[in-house]
């Protein structure tokens, strides 16, 4: 019988708790797209070795080893901006009980 082999080849880095509909909005994905390059997207762009956003979204040019595409995605993971909503934005509607209109929705 031949060995199973079990390989990461993804993470979700996200500061917005998975229970939050928001969450897949404000999460970053490390993937391996080859062997030892990997890439951390937000299925528009990816992070460069300097941590800025590239129009890069299968990250040709900006790939990385495993442990620097983590660090870069959790250093912007806090930093993310969707439709003008900051992660401090969405987390601040989760705690409250009443969620402004237009804002968030939790």
Not at 8 to 17: D, L, T
Not at 22 to 48: M, Q
Not at 73 to 79: Q, V
Request: proline fraction near 7%; glycine fraction near 8%.
């Amino acid at each position: 019988m031949p060995a199973v082999e079990v390989r990461v080849s993804a993470y979700q880095v996200c500061c917005v708790p998975r229970d939050n509909i928001n969450s897949r909005y404000f999460t970053i994905h490390v993937k391996e797209v080859r062997p030892g390059a990997w890439i951390a997207t937000d299925g528009f762009g990816c992070l460069t070795s300097t941590g800025e956003w590239v129009d890069d979204p299968s990250g040709l040019h900006h790939r990385h080893d495993e442990q620097t595409a983590l660090r870069l995605a959790r250093t912007a993971a806090p930093h993310v901006v969707v439709n003008g909503y900051t992660v401090a934005d969405v987390l601040a509607a989760h705690s409250s009980p009443e969620t402004t209109e237009g804002g968030p929705q939790t």
